[in-house]
Every structure is written in structure tokens, then in C-alpha cells.
Antibody, heavy 117, light 107 residues
Framework: EVQLVQSGAEVKKSGESLRISCKGY????????ITWVRQMPGKGLEWMGR????????DYNPSLQGHVTISADRSINTAYLQWSSLRASDTAMFYC??????????WGQGTLVTVSS | ELTQPPSVSVSPGQTARITCFGD??????AFWYQQKPGQAPLLVIY???ERPSGITERFSGSSSGTTATLTISGVQAEDEADYFC????????????FGGGTKLTVL
């Protein structure tokens, strides 16, 4: 069974760094890109970027590029989303999802990140 | 960019139709996700009209020109949720784009 399992909720302060993870089970992790999606409180879904776990190549939403970094370790079937300096406006739920062609067929359960100022 | 109505309301047993407008849709597939409170999104329609395994036949999709439509027949209380359309943009790398979402209320 295909599953994406994300790391647990985080509570951080502005300026702190953070890395959250997404581990794939039940399929060949390097066959499909992993996408990260942000959902701010009470808002819609926003594509953040994607990574090809095979070679680590990435593609970002231009509105977010430079503030987040997407990476992956194919040896442990895990993708990451990280910030070097969090802002209060980063407070959101973050989902990873498997990109199957042009759509997202399996999603992680989400990681809630709360950043206080 | 994809545009959805913010809300749709129907009574139980009626048919709900949720639209998604986008200039690129004549050349791109539309996909639909259901999101219930506290849950991750769930794919309910892919490639305009296809239904994933395990999704009830009450969910169907269509697309014509610049508008894709998600239709839910015989709406039940359990269908109350947010629905998001998704497609890809016209860039060479075909980035994922989402509509703003539609809140379906079952009266």
C-alpha cells in the first residue's frame, strides 16, 4: 500500500530553522516526484515546489523560491522541506504528495507548523 | 489561474455542480480533490472525467472549453467538504496550480 508519512507538528519561534520530512512506503520512491503543498489557516492549497528523488532536481513556485529548500535522501525514501529562518507568516499546514504525471495521487497526513513572533 | 465559486449549497439527494474556470483548460486536464475538516486532500477525479478506485460513482467530472465541472449526484451529508480543482500551468515545466476551493454545504 502506498503511503506518505510526515513528521509531527512543530512549534517554533521567528528566526529559527526547521526541517520537516515525508517518508514514502509501498512504491519505488525514485519513480515519482514529490510535491510540497502549503495550506495557510482557513485558506486554499498552494503548490510550493517539487523534487525528483532520483537526482535531487527541484522546481519551485516563484513566489516562494529562496525562502524554502526542498531536498531528498533516496537511500531512506524521504523528502524534506526546510527553512533557515522562519517567519510568523509561515504558520500553516504542509502536505507532501506524490506527483503522478500532472496530478497528486497520494498525500501525506500533513505537518502543522506554528511560528510565533 | 483557476477560478472556483467560493460556496455551493444543496439539499440532500440533489445534484451539486462545482465549476472551475481557467484559460488553459482547453489544453490541460482538470483534477479534483475533496478535503474534509482536519484531513488531507483526497483525489476524486483525474484527467477531467476519470474516477480513482474506491471513489463513489456519485462523483463525476466533465470539461468543456475553459470550464471543468465536478458533479456530485444524490448528495449526502458526508459529501460536505471543500473541493479544489487542479491543473497545470502553461510553462515548459507544467507547474501544479490549484483553484481557490469551493465549500460544499449540504443543507
Amino acid at each position: 500500500e502506498v503511503q506518505l508519512v510526515q513528521s509531527g507538528a512543530e512549534v517554533k519561534k521567528s528566526g529559527e530553522s526547521l526541517r520537516i520530512s515525508c517518508k514514502g512506503y509501498g512504491y519505488s520512491f525514485t519513480t515519482y516526484w514529490i510535491t510540497w503543498v502549503r495550506q495557510m489557516p482557513g485558506k486554499g492549497l498552494e503548490w510550493m515546489g517539487r523534487i525528483d528523488p532520483t537526482d535531487g532536481s527541484t522546481d519551485y513556485n516563484p513566489s516562494l523560491q529562496g525562502h524554502v529548500t526542498i531536498s531528498a535522501d533516496r537511500s531512506i525514501n524521504t523528502a524534506y522541506l526546510q527553512w533557515s529562518s522562519l517567519r510568523a507568516s509561515d504558520t500553516a499546514m504542509f502536505y507532501c504528495a506524490r506527483l503522478y504525471g500532472d496530478y497528486l495521487d497520494y498525500w501525506g497526513q500533513g505537518t502543522l507548523v506554528t511560528v510565533s513572533s | 489561474e483557476l477560478t472556483q465559486p467560493p460556496s455551493v449549497s444543496v439539499s440532500p439527494g440533489q445534484t451539486a455542480r462545482i465549476t472551475c474556470f481557467g484559460d488553459a483548460l482547453p489544453n490541460r486536464y482538470a483534477f479534483w480533490y475533496q478535503q474534509k475538516p482536519g484531513q488531507a486532500p483526497l483525489l476524486v477525479i483525474y484527467k477531467d472525467t476519470e474516477r480513482p478506485s474506491g471513489i463513489t460513482e456519485r462523483f463525476s467530472g466533465s470539461s468543456s472549453g475553459t470550464t471543468a465541472t465536478l458533479t456530485i449526484s444524490g448528495v449526502q451529508a458526508e459529501d460536505e467538504a471543500d473541493y479544489f480543482c487542479q491543473s497545470t500551468d502553461s510553462s515548459d515545466t507544467a507547474h501544479v496550480v490549484f483553484g481557490g476551493g469551493t465549500k460544499l454545504t449540504v443543507l
